[in-house]
């Protein structure tokens, strides 16, 4: 008798307990799920600020280490200043186009021959798998006569890579001056 009233019962259940398990299963699986993607998101979302931010600080690297080099050190092109050796094609990093548009939208920053990379190479950044690199660009040539010379204005693009291919392009523009008395331009 005691079986029958068991089985009694068995049939009486309805199975709302096991309806409200599954869709609370369900719920906190569609919750995880959210959290997991957003979690993922903003990891590369940080990623990439790391990675821009890299590009940004390696730009400024070899713009401060340009402007350090070519302005300050007694070596070519400004001391003493050569227009010869900035042309039309940028060779070596040293453009000179007058009457035309900025090159380095343009220019080929993956060619050594075109662009200009640290003064040294101690200063490579290590992490990188792209050095930075830069261009020089006369703007307004120096102009004088004999005795007197007004200084001229180049701009300096650098631009830097981040480890995800994210770039960063700073430019600063820099008057400097002809160390000789004898201008004839």
Not at 15 to 29: K, M, S, Y
Request: include cysteine; glycine fraction near 6%.
């Amino acid at each position: 008798m005691l079986k029958n009233d068991l089985n009694h019962h068995s049939y009486k259940q309805s199975g709302a307990v096991l309806i409200t398990g599954l869709i609370f299963l369900v719920i906190l699986t569609m919750i995880v799920l959210t959290v997991l993607r957003s979690g993922t998101l903003e990891e590369r979302m940080a990623s990439n600020t790391r990675n821009k931010q890299v590009a940004l600080q390696a730009a400024e690297a070899v713009l401060r280490d340009a402007e350090i080099s070519l302005l300050t050190a007694p070596t070519a092109p400004f001391d003493p200043f050569d227009i010869t050796q900035f042309t039309n094609t940028c060779t070596n990093g040293l453009c000179y186009q007058p009457n035309a548009a900025s090159t380095w939208q343009t220019i080929d920053w993956g060619s050594a021959a075109v662009t200009r990379s640290f003064a040294s190479v101690t200063s490579n950044i290590p992490t990188l798998t792209t050095q930075p690199r830069y261009i020089v660009e006369i703007i307004l040539p120096p102009k004088g006569t004999v005795g007197h010379c007004e200084p001229g204005l180049a701009q300096i693009t650098a631009r830097g890579v981040g480890k995800d291919g994210s770039t960063a392009v700073v430019q600063s523009t820099v008057r400097f001056k002809v160390s000789t008395n004898i201008c004839n331009y």
